[in-house]
């Protein structure tokens, strides 16, 4: 995974983004990953020497919910991680 492409894609169409590629994405820039709690669907992802947390969960086809993705993209823009 090219991570500057795939952040410029996420950028401009926070839409049809897969959950697994926006994992992978968070794995690949540093967050670590833990569930929220036991049976949730919501999984949520920290990064040493930053400030905050994203909380992200699968929808119905696989997808991460588009809110969630300009999450990341505004987490992203805000602690200048890219």
């Given amino acids: 995974m090219n991570i500057k492409k795939f952040y410029k ?3 401009g169409n926070p839409y049809n ?3 697994k590629e926006l994992r992978t994405f968070l794995d690949k820039i540093g967050f670590k990953a833990r ?3 036991k049976g949730s ?3 949520i992802y920290k990064m040493d020497g930053v400030k ?3 909380n992200i969960q699968e929808d119905k086809n696989r997808e991460a919910k588009y809110y969630q993705v ?3 993209v505004n987490f ?3 602690n ?3």
């Fill in 9 to 11: 894609k996420i950028e």
């Fill in 17 to 19: 983004v897969r959950f």
């Fill in 35 to 37: 569930r929220s709690g």
């Fill in 41 to 43: 669907s919501h999984i």
């Fill in 52 to 54: 905050g947390i994203l």
């Fill in 70 to 72: 300009q999450q990341v």
């Fill in 76 to 78: 992203i823009k805000k």
């Fill in 80 to 82: 200048n991680l890219i």
